[in-house]
């Protein structure tokens, strides 16, 4: 078990110190915990190795209980709404910007959503289980690799959007994703990143430390080496020359299956909250690529 990163990969600080509530959160074993930075950035110390990863990140994962609260297959009726308000959200706002990449494509409905819209997607997918899935549910072919392999194997391939739906967390070398990605992008291209706003979130933060709630250890426990704020997210991209264009912690169309919270009275106050204090369950940010590459 791996990479004891002590520099924070969004600001350089070395002083970053141990938060004992979220590592009891995750109920991490004695032998990992969670680091904090005072710019808010968090990370798994030390990150797992690429062994570790391949474990975690076998065939089980999709037919895993991914949330602890419904099948992955119960997930996707939801995602389907939320993707289709995002495509619709890019065609809207980049109306010339007409090809996808999806990275971490998963069985592949956004790509199939893309492609009924008219755009021209393509994915990558590292299970070899979920692209047989994408091909068999969606009539959707991925790539089975690493985002590296693909470079490889389509050197000279760019698209107009590169998008990532809750998969910029799991890399443990962000820097290198974001150089990788920047490659795939057309000059004014576009980066859509959606990631957990993991233990920044309004319903985080009182599980963290009012409710002191904790999740059981599985392996899955520690498949988030990084947990971004959004000004953490925000900067990070920006270092390597993106102009963030759209960053919210309220998505579009989030909440049309909110989990808990069953009391609606409740649920509208509590999200009215997140609004109101921009401390929502997720952040969704837009960024354009620019000439200007600092790294
Ligand atoms: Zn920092």
Redesign the pocket.
């Known amino acids: 078990m791996g990479l004891f990163i002590d520099k ?6 070395l002083s ?1 110190i141990y938060d004992k509530y979220a590592s009891s959160y995750l109920s991490l074993p004695s032998s990992v915990r969670v680091k904090k ?5 968090r990370w798994l110390y030390p990150i797992p190795d690429e062994e570790d990863y391949i474990n975690i990140y076998s065939n089980q994962y999709y037919n895993h209980d991914m949330l602890g609260k419904g099948s992955y297959n119960k997930m996707i009726k939801y995602k389907y709404t939320w993707f289709n308000l995002r495509i619709d959200h890019l065609a809207k706002k980049y109306p010339n910007h007409r090809s996808i990449l999806d990275i971490g494509a998963a069985t592949g409905e956004f790509i199939k959503i893309a492609k009924d819209k008219g755009y021209a997607a393509e994915g990558i997918e590292l299970s070899e289980y979920a692209c047989k899935e994408a091909l068999a549910k969606n009539n959707v072919f991925l790539y089975n690799g690493t985002i590296d392999n693909y470079l490889k194997c389509n050197p000279n391939r760019l698209f107009d959007i590169v998008h990532m739906g809750h998969v910029f967390e799991h890399f443990a070398n962000p820097d290198e994703t974001l150089n990788s990605i920047s490659s795939l992008l057309n000059e004014n291209g576009i980066l859509v990143i959606e990631v957990p706003n993991q233990f920044n979130s309004l319903e985080d933060l009182i599980r963290l430390y009012l409710i002191k709630d904790k999740i059981q250890f599985t392996s899955m426990s520690l498949h988030h080496p990084y947990f971004y704020s959004k000004s ?1 997210l925000l900067a990070l991209v920006q270092r390597h020359g993106f102009q963030v264009d759209h960053i919210t912690t309220n998505p579009n169309g989030r909440y049309l299956n909110n989990i808990g919270y069953n009391k609606i009275i409740l649920r509208n106050l509590f999200r009215f909250a997140e609004l109101a204090l921009g401390m929502g369950p997720y952040i969704e940010l837009y960024a354009i690529k620019h000439n200007d590459h600092l790294i």
């Open positions: 924070c990969i969004v600001c350089g600080e970053a930075c005072s710019c808010g950035m953490g």
